[in-house]
């Protein structure tokens, strides 16, 4: 039997085909467009050197995060050259001028519009022609001939599509605010991901003042940078030094604080790792970290347990990353060896002091990528040690005027830096 429908589907498709003509990449134009500077330096580095005309951004982060505070400021910013409509779900139209006016002054050219039907929503961009539009946020915003609640699965992804057509077809660059919830029970942002061009990240912890704006995707540039900001009485401001900020406060010949050196992108990062490692009173002693992944922190005390003899299976340990933020790099964990080693025996780690290198499973402390500018951003900010793997000794030219200590185990890296006269 030759079933007559598949044939016709096969003739329509071979017919599509024949229309369908490839293009060498010599013969395709594009008009360069200029990215637009949000006044924000921190923001325009994360988005890859500012915003690209037509393209749809995503800002995710918990409740109270600060979305809508950043998305307020960028507006400030842009309207100062172009016209910029805030649509807010969320919030009355009286809450977001009090917002407002603790951040500053506007131009006329920024509008703000209530609403969550995104067809009004639609018209409205079609008749104001906006260059910027912020949605505060996809998740209260719905379409009519979708049947589900606002915030839903369909509801968010629909919503999403409308405003990508919106985006492409009138070059309009689109901020949305995604919340995420942790039951994951309220749509998040998440299912949106693969839809937008640029998946923005604002993290921290909403009491800490310091908050971290992480590229987790991004069509028009790297995804490894991130922002530092600080949540002020006006705002969010940025901050240029994060490595000094993080070091602020610092207690000097305590045991169980190092200092360590993480990538963030092109940027090197100092911040202060705290352990504290004391015996334990129960027979299943507490591990805890805060910004440090804690699998990585079990698996290090394992390594300083069977490989350089410290024995910690009977006590509690928790670490911290000063300041509130979270950090995955492995060349974080000598710093966290270090930190363990410190507290347990009770020897401060000298105060001008830091180290980067990741720790192998054998003790072995592995090479890291860019120590030279781990080295230099250590010595701007006046440190004159710097302990790190000795296959990355070779790589490092200019040592700031620093002491370079290459270590090639954890052994030897606690032997240098606990007791530093012994050789
Ligand atoms: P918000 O932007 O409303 O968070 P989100 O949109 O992510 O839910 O702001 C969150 C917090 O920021 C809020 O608790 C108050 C604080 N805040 C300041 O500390 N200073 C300010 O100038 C502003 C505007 C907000
Ligand atoms: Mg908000």
């Known amino acids: 039997m030759v079933d007559k429908k598949a044939v016709g589907r096969t003739k329509a498709a071979s017919k599509e085909l024949a229309e369908a003509k490839p293009a060498t990449l010599s013969q395709i134009q594009y008009e360069h467009q200029a990215r637009m500077k949000t006044g924000y330096g921190e923001l325009d580095r994360v988005l890859g050197g500012g915003v690209v005309p037509g393209s749809l951004i995503l800002v995710g982060g918990d409740p109270g995060i600060g979305k809508s505070t950043l998305l307020l400021q960028v507006c400030r910013e842009l309207s100062e050259s172009m016209d910029v409509l805030y649509i807010s779900g969320e919030e009355s139209p009286q809450q977001i ?28 961009i079609e008749r104001e ?101 600080e949540m002020c009485e006006s ?25 360590a050196c993480s990538m963030e992108g092109t940027r090197p990062m100092l911040m202060e790792i705290q352990a ?9 002693p507490r591990r805890t970290s805060a910004g440090a992944d ?10 300083l347990e069977k490989r350089a003899g410290l024995s910690m299976s009977t006590c509690d340990a928790y670490v911290n990353i000063a300041g509130g933020i979270r950090m995955n790099e492995p060349a ?72 370079l200590v290459g270590v090639a185990n954890v052994g030897e890296a606690i032997e240098r830096v606990l007791w530093p006269g012994r050789r």
């Open 97 to 124: 001028k009090m917002r407002a006016d603790r951040i500053g002054t506007f131009s006329e050219h920024l509008t703000l519009l209530c609403e969550t039907n995104l067809e009004l929503i639609s018209r409205v």
């Open 276 to 284: 504290l490692v004391c015996h334990s009173n129960f027979g299943m």
């Open 332 to 403: 974080i964990d000598l710093g966290i060896v270090l930190a363990l080693a410190s507290s347990m025996k009770e020897r401060p780690v000298g105060p001008k002091t830091i180290c980067f290198g990741e720790v192998g499973l054998s003790g072995e402390v592995r090479a890291v990528s860019m120590p030279q500018q781990r080295v230099s951003e250590a010595a701007k900010l006046g440190f004159t040690v710097c302990i790190l793997p000795e296959v990355c000794l070779d790589a490092v030219k200019d040592s700031g005027g620093m002491k």
């Open 235 to 259: 705002g969010l401001a940025e901050v240029l030094n994060p490595s000094q900020v993080m070091l602020n406060g610092r207690p000097a010949e305590a045991s169980g604080s190092v200092v």
């Open 129 to 229: 022609r906006p260059k910027v539009v912020m949605i505060d946020s996809i998740q209260t915003m719905y379409k009519e001939d979708v049947s589900s609640a606002p915030g839903s699965v369909s509801q968010v992804r629909e919503a999403t599509a409308v405003l990508l057509r919106i985006a492409k077809e009138k070059g309009i660059a689109v901020f949305i605010v995604g919340h995420v919830t942790k039951e994951g029970v309220v749509a998040g942002p998440r299912v949106l991901e693969h839809m937008v061009d640029t998946v923005l990240y604002f993290e921290g912890d909403r009491h800490a003042v310091y908050r971290i704006l992480r590229g987790v995707k991004n069509r028009f540039g790297s995804t490894n940078e991130i922002g530092v900001f």
């Open 294 to 303: 804690l699998n990585r922190v079990n698996l290090l005390m394992a390594v």
